[in-house]
């Protein structure tokens, strides 16, 4: 299909040059994939993610247009300059209208003046320290253009109002060996260890030792020197000496590790996966269940969240998102993220206003399940995107739904959960989960081998399908 359209775009306007071609397919090579989360008032509005055709810093402005405005955005590699010059592009104006004498101010209202704010750029852009988004990696020193597209970012940054930093700050103490002791005591690694009990016990282990290595692929520079070489060239010539320049890898690799052990708690192992236990449910097309892959990495999405509880006891997260009619210019293709949330006591309070005790305590009045708003419905009120009855929308919660969320999901249009069943069917001291199982109207993919028996990717996922997905969700 890409040949025939490459013929069509030659009989319109002459075959490529040697020379042009060789630079689109060297543009193509240097523009690796990105991420980007856009948070507005401490809260997640997009997630989005570099396709073949644009850059994540474009996807967003296309997304959120002047909605961008105050947002703070947090990309995975620092922005190019064609991106940044868009994204800072209402932030000058800003600037210019404050410098402006007061009579003009009032010669621009009210009109004017609403239509300058209004185009009014974001907060603050922060960035992973490694390889750029034009990728100075592509030769030892770099090519030219990325060198030349570093220096014009540095004067676009020096030029504009946002603030474009690097937020990357050492981990509390301990947090690592938290995360991987939640993590492998998690759902999703117990009913692996219930239903195969005689599975390779340091299965959890050699997963993460595969992640970490993937992730120090994606997010790392391996070379110390070419880091520092790459550092130098992005303006952060200042991170470049030690004790600094080894603060900033040992934080990175920190970082690297507490993600990689995470997304091992949602593992690739064995004919682990999403699955409905009702066969006539998968076959229609609707209720088809996501490629294992990428429901897998929207559930460690969730599992990430559950870390920002305030439950003293059980961290649970919740992401929800919705795939449109056709694919969109997003990386995600035609998934688009809804909201997110995790077990949290009501917005804005502060600590100890609500009592925290668990079902062991005897007083009923100071236990907590009265005011811990669960995942799922924090998911729900803090939605950026209304969820519209025509479109495939989906929530991944770590935890099976209880009664409280069940019919709220179900009444808010959610047509798939994804989740673990742990706790179906039980009744406990303060929550129950009896309605998960007999729910209706939903389809339900729970994390259980394959009851088919075979692994379904293989057997009817067409590659193209699975990474269609994929593309934009790493
Ligand atoms: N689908 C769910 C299920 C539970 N929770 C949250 O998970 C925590 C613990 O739930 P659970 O372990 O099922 O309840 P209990 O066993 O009663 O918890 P505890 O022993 O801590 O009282 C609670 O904060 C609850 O709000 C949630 O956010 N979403």
Redo the contacts with the bound molecule.
């Keep these: 299909q890409r040949q025939k359209s490459q013929e069509k775009e030659e009989g319109k306007h002459g075959p490529l040059g040697d020379n042009e071609m060789a630079r689109v397919s060297t543009d193509k090579k240097q523009v690796k994939k990105t991420g980007l989360v856009v948070v507005k008032n401490m809260k997640i509005v997009g997630l989005h993610c570099s396709s073949e055709d644009l850059h994540a810093g474009k996807i967003a402005l296309i997304k959120h247009g002047s909605r961008l405005k105050n947002c703070d955005l947090y990309f995975s590699r620092k922005p190019c300059s064609a991106c940044l010059k868009m994204i800072v592009n209402g932030s000058a104006f800003e600037r210019q209208v404050e410098a402006l004498p007061e009579e003009m101010v009032s010669w621009l209202e009210p009109s004017g003046l609403q239509q300058v704010f209004q185009a009014a750029g974001v907060n603050r852009i922060s960035y992973w320290p490694a390889d750029p988004e034009i990728s100075l990696l592509s030769g030892a020193s770099g090519s030219e253009d990325a060198k030349l597209d570093a220096k014009a970012v540095e004067r676009l940054k020096s030029n504009s109002r946002a603030h474009v930093c690097v937020l990357l700050q050492p981990l509390v103490c301990f947090m690592v060996q938290f995360v991987e002791e939640t993590s492998h005591k998690c759902d999703f690694i117990q009913k692996i260890s219930k239903t195969l009990p005689d599975a390779n016990v340091d299965f959890y282990s050699e997963c993460r030792q595969e992640r970490v290595k993937e992730y120090e692929m994606l997010f790392l520079v391996s070379n110390e020197e070419l880091h520092k070489q790459i550092l130098m060239t992005i303006g952060l010539e200042n991170l470049c000496e030690n004790p600094y320049f080894s603060n900033l890898r040992q934080n990175m690799k920190d970082l690297i590790l507490l993600l990689a052990t995470v997304a091992s708690s949602v593992p690739n192992f064995k004919h682990y996966g999403f699955y409905s236990g009702n066969t006539e449910q998968i076959n229609e097309i609707h209720n088809q269940s996501l490629p294992q892959e990428v429901a897998r990495h929207c559930m460690v999405q969730a599992r990430l969240l559950a870390y920002r509880t305030e ?1 003293h ?2 961290g ?1 997260g919740a992401v929800i998102w919705a795939e449109g009619k056709s694919r969109n210019c997003d990386g995600t293709g035609a998934m688009y993220f809804i909201g997110c949330g995790y ?1 949290a006591f009501p917005a804005g309070s502060e600590y100890a206003d609500f009592p925290n005790m ?2 062991k305590q005897k007083d009923r009045e100071i236990r ?2 009265r005011y ?1 708003i ?3 419905q924090n998911a729900l009120t803090f939605r950026c995107q209304e969820i519209k009855p025509e479109e495939k929308s989906m929530i991944f ?1 770590t ?4 009664d409280e ?1 069940v019919p709220l999901i179900k009444g808010a249009g959610i047509k798939q959960i994804y989740a673990g069943d742990v ?1 179906v069917g039980k009744k ?4 129950s989960y009896m309605r998960f199982g007999e729910l209706e109207g939903v389809s339900k993919f729970t994390w259980q081998l394959n009851p088919s028996g075979t692994c379904v990717l293989e057997q009817n996922e067409p590659e193209s399908r699975e990474s269609k997905y994929l593309q934009g969700l790493y």
């Design positions: 439950d006891k059980t649970v077990n668990d079902d907590k399940f811990i669960h995942a799922e919660v935890k099976c739904p209880c969320c706790d406990k001291a303060d929550i």
